[in-house]
């Protein structure tokens, strides 16, 4: 069914939010994603990525957090970029039937100071729909093929990070919103996301067997198949029990 944009945006308090859904406990999701026209300072993606502003802001992260691993520098950005895009993405989509508009030409990036990204700002509405689709591949192929597939080969690209580590990346984050977001069906999906080999369509799914949901010490504990690099990168935490690496686990 198509939404209008005056049906589309919700309001709180006079600001425009971009899902009802960004409300509770995802009310943050409103600092990371909203409209385009109040990200004072976003650029576009297209720009950003073109202009050689990415390989600044690289370079601004990894002198402010004295990272001299470039691929770890890139991977903990992507982590940001990444949780950023995806978590709102998958909120708004699965518990509110909204499918935002995150086509990569369409979307602006703002930064942190620290050269990370802040917050995406997406085009007013037009063209929004709420959308039934129960499939996860399907609720996920915007987000897939519009914008994660071409992040990926500018990672690859400047940061020197393999896809397989970029896609693992996304995919942490994927699968913590439809967990901790989900209803069903959708929140059952979870385990096809990283479960099947081949799309519905048949083409590779680069997110197959990128995590894994094991049980350790009697609990249930998801695990990367690579790691993010970040025990590279000084000061910053591990991420506990989902490194690929053992020896990091208990860091």
Same mark, same amino acid.
């Given at each position: 069914m198509a939404a209008s944009g005056h049906e589309s945006i919700a309001e709180a308090g006079?600001?425009?939010?971009? $899902? %009802? *859904? @960004?409300?509770?406990?995802?009310?943050?999701?409103? &600092?990371?994603?909203?409209?385009?026209?109040?990200?004072?300072?976003?650029?576009?993606?297209?720009?950003?990525?073109? $202009? %050689? *502003? @990415?390989?600044?802001?690289?370079?601004?992260?990894? &002198?402010?957090?004295?990272?001299?691993?470039?691929?770890?520098?890139?991977?903990?950005?992507?982590?940001?970029?990444? $949780?950023?895009l995806t978590i709102p993405y998958v909120v708004a989509r699965v518990l509110d039937h909204q499918a935002l508009p995150v086509a990569f030409d369409a979307m602006t990036v703002a930064l942190s100071a620290d050269g990370l990204p802040r917050a995406f700002g997406v085009a007013t509405p037009g063209d929004w729909r709420e959308d039934g689709e129960k499939e996860i591949f399907s609720v996920l192929a915007p987000l897939m093929e519009e914008h994660l597939a071409k992040v990926v080969g500018h990672l690859k690209a400047v940061g020197g990070i393999s896809p397989k580590l970029a896609w693992n990346n996304a995919a942490v984050y994927i699968d913590y919103a439809l967990r901790t977001a989900g209803t069903e069906p959708l929140g059952d999906q979870a385990d096809a996301i990283v479960g099947c080999r081949l799309m519905p369509n048949g083409a590779p799914n680069p997110?197959?067997?990128?995590?894994?949901?094991?049980?350790?010490?009697?609990?249930?504990?998801?695990?990367?198949?690579?790691?993010?690099?970040?025990?590279?990168?000084?000061?910053?935490?591990?991420?506990?029990?989902?490194?690929?690496?053992?020896?990091?686990?208990?860091?």
């Open positions: 006079g600001a425009k939010l971009l $899902s %009802g *859904a @960004f409300a509770g406990p995802h009310a943050w999701c409103n &600092e990371k994603m909203m409209l385009a026209e109040d990200l004072s300072d976003g650029i576009p993606l297209a720009t950003f990525f073109a $202009s %050689g *502003a @990415f390989e600044r802001a690289l370079s601004t992260y990894a &002198e402010t957090s004295n990272g001299s691993d470039r691929r770890a520098v890139a991977s903990m950005w992507s982590l940001y970029y990444f $949780s950023c997110f197959f067997d990128c995590l894994r949901h094991e049980e350790e010490d009697g609990a249930p504990v998801c695990r990367r198949k690579i790691c993010c690099l970040r025990y590279l990168l000084p000061g910053i935490p591990s991420c506990g029990s989902l490194c690929a690496l053992p020896s990091q686990r208990k860091q």
